[in-house]
């Protein structure tokens, strides 16, 4: 049970073929007797706990971190991820990146430069919406630089993330798998929510267009940068309740597998008692 889910999402070595992986799959999802689907709960507060361990222990020199790093299609559910993580952990075990496309100033620099400047600080659970993947992704289907630059960013993203698990980072990366079917509805679902509207992003329909080069772009990623240090899940998120529990067990299950532990000072506490008499 201890590591379930990561096994059961976890991405075989190899070549990939998401045509073979069913977005709206539900693997470890609890049934009642009679094969209904339970509901789904994260139990957010022994989650909390673990986190709290893990800060706890950082103020102690620990130097464990986790990094959860969300990539997927357009409303695949990235934000609502985020906001389930954070809702768990609270805004302060939580350190929150979106990448967006890169300002003139982080173009100035190479493309893991504003990726480092985000790893989340010992005892926190980083969270990135979009990673340096869109380097290998948004860029390699509209090649906004050339193949024979985008082509050497596995090699240099799989030395990064070992650099990062090797100093205390615990990097969980999960692709939020969707059918183009669900896409449409999502973003037909915003267009009938007149208080959705301002999530609507006309591009997302242009994005839509390259459906095809996503899927052979993630198929690369999920190839070439599965290591063992830092494994790719893929999260059928089809489901958005299903989605999120998932996420939460893989969190609860790396937490759990860290184990981090409250520092015991050594505190005289017969002195401390003294010194807090007498009241006033
Ligand atoms: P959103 O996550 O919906 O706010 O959109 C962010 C946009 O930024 C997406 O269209 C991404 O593809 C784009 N983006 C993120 N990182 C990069 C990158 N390294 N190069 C180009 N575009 C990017
Ligand atoms: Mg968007």
Redesign the pocket.
Known sequence: MADSMRTALRVPDGPVNLAGYDPAARPLAPVNKSGKAKKLRTDAEHLAGLQERLWAESTAGGNRRVLLLLQGM?TAG?GGVTEHVVGTFGPIGVQYT?????TKQELAHD?LWRIGNRVPPPGVIGVF??SQY??VL??RVHE?VPESEWSTRYGRINAFEAELAGSGTTIVKCFLHISYETQRERLLARLADPDKHWKF?E?DID?RAFWTDYVAAYEAVLEECNTTVAPWYVVPSDDKAYRNWAIGALLRETLEELDPRYPQPDLDLDRLRERLEPPH
């Open positions: 357009d990235k979106a990448f967006k496309k890169p493309f919406d979009r869109e380097d948004v860029v906004l992003n591009a994005e």
